[in-house]
C-alpha cells in the first residue's frame, strides 16, 4: 500500500511539471491510451481534452486511473534535422552539376 501511494505521488510530481496546453499520451488502468492536450494538473488528477472531428468534453482523470502519462515529443522532427537534409540535397546537386559540367568540357 505503501509502495502504491508512493508511485501515485511521483505520477502527480511528474505531471505537475509538464506544461499546460502540452500533448501528452495517456494509458488508463482500463486499457484506453489517448493522446491529448493537457489543460488542468491539480492535487487530485489531470483534465485533458482530445482532438477529434467530433468534438469531445474535456476528460477529468484521477492519479489512480492513469497507468502510464508521457509528454509526446516531434517524433525527431527538428529544425537542425530539416537543416541538415536541406543541405544534403544541395550539396548532391551542386556535385551533379559540376560533374555534368566537366563530362561535357570540350
Sequence with gaps: AEAYR?????????AEKLPIGATVRLRTTDGQRR????TVVDRDGITIETRSRIPEPARRVTYDQI???ELKTANGASMAKAAAVGAAIGAGT?????ALVFSNWD
Design 6 to 14: 508512493e508511485a501515485l505521488e511521483i505520477l502527480r510530481e511528474y
Design 35 to 38: 493522446t491529448a492536450i493537457l
Design 67 to 69: 497507468r502510464q502519462l
Design 94 to 98: 551542386f556535385v551533379g552539376l559540376l
